[in-house]
């Protein structure tokens, strides 16, 4: 034995049963194989109830999408605010499924409580907690150093050169507001918006992703250069696109010639009603990001934009909320469309112009 290891090192079940959370795990077959004390708690029942009987027998599942995708052997899936039954009784929860790597067929599912929290755009204003204030401290020390030493770089090489420290410069500074504009979500008012050149956002953007991408994936590009300004926040826009560009870019890398295009037209017509206007917004300008992947899952395509509901294996489900979330902040839409015939998927963002 080890020197300093302790030979009474609590076995997997202790170690399950200590979780604050409610666990089940389950087995190839789909049956439920143990539950902690947490998700007896939670379910309303000992475990004995529910070992040895179907996953789906035991958990009814409100959405029968969800059911389906619990039904395949390799699912994954984190979601937030399902509605399920257990018996009599009704649950509103949040659930992730997991697999087990080197054991085929075997999960893990985690349970909690929904309706102990609030969503994610109904959250109310209360001070930032200690916790998030010091990480984010932590964060921006080791930025300012990688800022600082590609400006003593960018004194010492050549124009091409520096042009890639001034770019590390930029999303270093980036990346900070992004921490400022995360502690303030939902505390904060939005950005304020002013009118810039749409397609400075977009290049920025692009810059960044590409820097990042293989060079077998292809880019394509359609710009409308008559474009009027757009009232928005260029930061957060940058943000935006980064984000969908990001995911195009994952989504397509998955066939076999991969290729994102980016457009910007005139969208006249469109408009949405902002409630916090009280009226109707007119939202011509368009920008729309297209991959040629294989697409969402159709179980989660309804609940892209919701937190914690994630397609990729080890997603955390952020990204498209915080892009909904900055999207309306700046008075704009997004939606997402799948078009299964040509293969393509489109997200679009729709933006006021500036007078």
């Given at each position: 034995m080890s020197e300093?290891?302790?030979?009474?090192?609590?076995?997997?079940?202790?170690?399950?049963?200590?979780?604050?959370?409610?666990?089940?795990?389950?087995?190839?077959?789909?049956?439920?194989?143990?539950v902690n004390p947490a998700g007896e708690d939670l379910l309303g029942a000992s475990a004995s109830r529910f070992v040895g009987r179907g996953l789906l027998d035991c958990l009814q599942l409100a959405e029968p999408r969800f059911r389906e995708s619990l039904e395949s052997p390799e699912a994954q899936l984190v979601a937030?605010?399902?509605?399920?039954?257990?018996?009599?009784?009704?649950?509103?929860?949040?659930?992730?499924?997991?697999?087990?790597?080197?054991?085929?067929?075997?999960?893990?599912?985690?349970?909690?409580?929904?309706?102990?929290g609030e969503r994610f755009e109904e959250q109310e204003r209360r001070p930032a907690l200690r916790g998030p204030a010091v990480l984010a401290h932590e964060i921006k020390n080791p930025l300012a150093a990688i800022r600082g030493a590609a400006q003593l770089l960018g004194r010492k090489l050549g124009e091409g050169e520096a042009k890639l420290t001034g770019l590390?410069?930029?999303?270093?500074?980036?990346?900070?507001?992004?921490?400022?504009?995360?502690?303030?979500l939902g505390r904060e008012r939005p950005d304020p918006v002013a009118a810039f050149n749409l397609h400075s956002a977009v290049h920025r953007a692009m810059q960044t992703v590409r820097l990042t991408t293989a060079p077998e994936l292809a880019w394509r590009e359609?710009?409308?250069?008559?474009?009027?300004?757009?009232?928005?926040?260029?930061?957060?826009?940058?943000?935006?696109?980064?984000?969908?560009?990001?995911?195009?870019?994952?989504?397509?890398?998955?066939?076999?010639?991969?290729?994102?295009?980016?457009?910007t037209r005139f969208a006249s017509g469109l408009a949405m009603r902002v409630m916090r206007l009280g009226r109707p917004v007119k939202?011509?300008?368009?920008?729309?990001?297209?991959?040629?992947?294989?697409?969402?899952?159709?179980?989660?395509?309804?609940?892209?934009f919701e937190p914690f509901v994630s397609s990729k294996a080890n997603g955390q489900g952020l990204g498209l909320a915080l892009v909904q979330k900055l999207v309306r902040d700046m008075d704009g839409r997004v939606s997402h469309e799948r078009?299964?015939?040509?293969?393509?998927?489109?997200?679009?963002?729709?933006?006021p112009v500036a007078r």
């Open positions: 300093g290891v302790s030979a009474d090192v609590p076995g997997p079940r202790e170690q399950i049963a200590g979780l604050n959370f409610a666990l089940l795990l389950v087995g190839p077959d789909m049956t439920v194989r143990e937030r605010g399902l509605d399920m039954a257990v018996g009599d009784k009704r649950l509103r929860v949040n659930l992730t499924v997991s697999t087990l790597p080197g054991n085929p067929g075997w999960r893990v599912l985690t349970l909690s409580d929904a309706s102990q590390i410069q930029d999303e270093v500074d980036r990346i900070a507001q992004l921490i400022d504009r995360m502690q303030r359609e710009f409308d250069p008559s474009l009027p300004p757009v009232l928005a926040s260029e930061g957060a826009l940058v943000q935006v696109l980064v984000n969908l560009l990001a995911n195009a870019r994952d989504a397509a890398m998955t066939s076999p010639a991969p290729q994102v295009t980016i457009r939202l011509p300008i368009e920008v729309q990001v297209s991959d040629n992947g294989p697409g969402i899952d159709p179980a989660l395509a309804d609940h892209i078009d299964d015939e040509a293969g393509w998927t489109h997200f679009r963002v729709h933006l």
